[in-house]
């Protein structure tokens, strides 16, 4: 993945979030063209304190932004971790939490909200049934 290819990701994913530009290759009008950040910084000109500065200034002056809302609500596969609980991995902050098993064997998405962005995270499960060993 590119260095574009990854701001976009960013951009889509966590909107609210400030993005700095840093590059040894300074264009002439300081931001690369079609670098979807909010800032530049020069890596073979700039000093330390003057990215402290800049980081400084872009959470004073942050713009708020808001992620668009997904139209891909597509469920994502949980995995049983062996000792009653699925894994899940929620798609738009990319962590992994768990959920306890209910013992149901039940098909078909279900949803629950993800531990970390408190996102709803649609899941499917093999549908098999698991009891914990006593």
Same mark, same amino acid.
């Given at each position: 993945?590119?260095?574009?290819? /990854? ?6 994913? /966590?909107?609210?979030?400030?993005v700095i530009v840093m590059s040894c290759q300074v264009p002439s009008h300081g931001m690369p063209e079609g670098a979807a950040a909010?800032?530049?910084? +020069?890596?073979?000109?700039?000093? +330390? ?6 980081? *400084? ?5 942050? +713009? ?9 609500f597509k469920p994502v596969q949980a995995n049983w971790d062996g000792d009653g609980y699925y894994v899940i991995a929620c798609a738009?902050?990319?962590? *992994? /939490?768990?959920? +306890? %098993? ?11 909200? %993800? ?7 649609? /899941? ?11």
């Amino acid at each position: 993945m590119s260095g574009y290819e /990854f701001l976009a990701v960013v951009r889509d994913r /966590f909107p609210q979030v400030p993005v700095i530009v840093m590059s040894c290759q300074v264009p002439s009008h300081g931001m690369p063209e079609g670098a979807a950040a909010d800032a530049f910084f +020069p890596k073979n000109e700039g000093r +330390p304190e003057d990215l402290l500065k800049l980081i *400084s200034d872009l959470i004073k002056r942050s +713009p708020i932004r808001t992620a668009a809302p997904r139209l891909d609500f597509k469920p994502v596969q949980a995995n049983w971790d062996g000792d009653g609980y699925y894994v899940i991995a929620c798609a738009e902050c990319l962590h *992994s /939490f768990k959920v +306890p %098993c209910d013992g149901a064997s039940v098909r078909g998405p279900r949803t629950t909200t %993800c531990d970390h962005c408190r996102g709803v995270v649609r /899941f499917f499960t093999s549908g098999a049934s698991f009891e914990p060993i006593q």
